[in-house]
């Protein structure tokens, strides 16, 4: 494993982790979805199936929700 590849890691983490922070549940999934992404790319670097999968399953979940209309309460 390279140098770089594991700056793309902590990249990833500093993502999610910042994604969690965020009040507005919109902005939390974008950042997280980007989070995700760069996860998807350190998953492919290393290579590591797991990483790779759980990623790119939270990716399609946080897009569902961010696509999917607003419910009117």
Do not use: D, Q
């Not at 965020?22 to 980007?34: A, C, D, F, G, S």
């Not at 998953?43 to 569902?64: E, H, K, R």
């Amino acid at each position: 494993m390279t140098n770089y590849t594991e700056y793309i890691g902590y990249i990833a983490s500093a993502l999610v982790l910042t994604s969690f922070l965020m009040k507005n549940i919109t902005y939390l999934r974008v950042i997280n979805t980007v989070g995700c992404g760069v996860f998807i790319l350190y998953g492919t670097l290393l290579p590591s199936v797991p990483i790779i999968v759980t990623n790119a399953a939270i990716v399609l979940v946080n897009f569902y929700y961010l696509i999917r209309p607003a419910k009117t309460v």
